[in-house]
């Protein structure tokens, strides 16, 4: 296939996002995304209601994807889908079509794992952004994940480091929760914590080892905190919310860059990447940059559109497997739990 000449049409479903991305050559056309609503009400992801609204939204999505990028779906030279890991209804939705509408075009079909493509999506072409070069650890920080990955090549990864119980994501929303913030309460942390004194209020840091992470004690230490201090102050929560917010975060981070640095200097690699839906927060962006004049490292931090779930980092993850020749089988199944 001519490599000047490749149409790779992305489609991501594993959790509460539908979204289709069109791929040109390594550069974005379009990348579209139907954010659901309707799991606000219950303070989470309710996976029966993901998955219908996948379905309802999945051709809507792609059509306007096809229209944003100003090409008719004859052209695509493949299509590439999110087999796994995520929810299994909503990973069903995405995988079912993307087959049907292969095997109709008569193209071919490329599984990709989601965590690969968080990844990879620092090597889609944009202006001002530089791409990382192998090797180099990335780390990849989410609503389910957490993780320190060393990465030698396209698909070659390793995991070195990985939470022992909860996602850093959800130690962000569940300390959100505690404080009445409505979900997803991650942003809204990240929002007041600019405001806040990181240093006012002080969180235990996990003691675990090696290169892994825990987050459940901390969110544990955070709860008894405020129902300490809202029985002395029923206002404590309001009059404090700034300063409560930046002291979560700020230990957050630090339990984050402790690890990181550690990994550097197990592994020699200098090369930072940071991906996954918890790299959008302001304070771990720029805590990583810092860090380059800091510790003299290399950091990349993906555009802003590119950190949370969405189908360019899976249409870009479908060029390099494309490229490769490594296509899935009609056979291929939607996995909700599936290894790096």
């Not at 952004?129 to 957490?146: R, V």
Request: aromatic share 8%.
């Amino acid at each position: 296939m001519a490599a000047q000449n490749i149409y790779i049409l992305g489609i991501e479903s594993s959790c509460d996002d539908t979204a289709a991305a069109v791929l040109h050559n390594g550069r974005i056309l379009s990348n579209v995304v139907a954010t659901q609503e309707i799991h606000k009400k219950y303070g989470g992801v309710v996976p029966e209601l993901a998955s219908r609204a996948h379905q309802q939204n999945i051709v809507p999505v792609i059509h306007e994807a096809l229209n944003q990028a100003g090409i008719k779906k004859e052209q695509l030279s493949a299509i590439a889908f999110t087999r796994g890991p995520g929810l299994m209804g909503s990973l069903l939705v995405g995988t079912s079509f993307a087959k049907s509408m292969a095997l109709g075009l008569n193209i071919p079909l490329l599984d990709i794992n989601h965590m690969q493509a968080h990844i990879l999506a620092h090597f889609i072409d944009e202006e001002g952004f530089e791409k990382p070069k192998f090797p180099f650890l990335a780390l990849t920080i989410s609503g389910g994940h957490t993780q320190i990955v060393k990465v030698s090549d396209y698909f070659e990864m390793e995991v070195i480091g990985q939470t022992l119980d909860d996602a850093v994501g959800e130690a962000f929303d569940k300390s959100a929760k505690i404080l009445g913030l409505p979900y997803p309460g991650g942003p809204l942390i990240d929002k007041n914590a600019q405001k806040g004194d990181p240093k006012a209020f002080d969180f235990p840091k996990p003691k675990v080892g090696d290169l892994d992470f825990s987050f459940s004690g901390l969110k544990t230490s955070i709860l008894y905190f405020v129902q300490k201090k809202l029985k002395e102050d029923p206002q404590f929560i309001e009059e404090n919310l700034e300063d409560i917010c930046a002291s979560i975060q700020h230990t957050i981070i630090k339990i984050l860059m402790d690890k990181l640095k550690k990994a550097v200097k197990q592994t020699g690699i200098t090369q930072i990447a940071i991906a996954g839906g918890v790299s959008a927060n302001s304070g771990i962006r720029k805590t990583l940059k810092e860090a380059e004049q800091k510790y003299q490292w290399q950091t990349y931090v993906p555009k802003f559109e590119y950190t949370t779930d969405n189908a360019a980092m899976i249409a870009i993850a479908g060029h390099f497997k494309l490229l490769t020749g490594e296509y899935a089988s009609m056979s291929t199944t939607a996995k909700a739990r599936i290894k790096m």
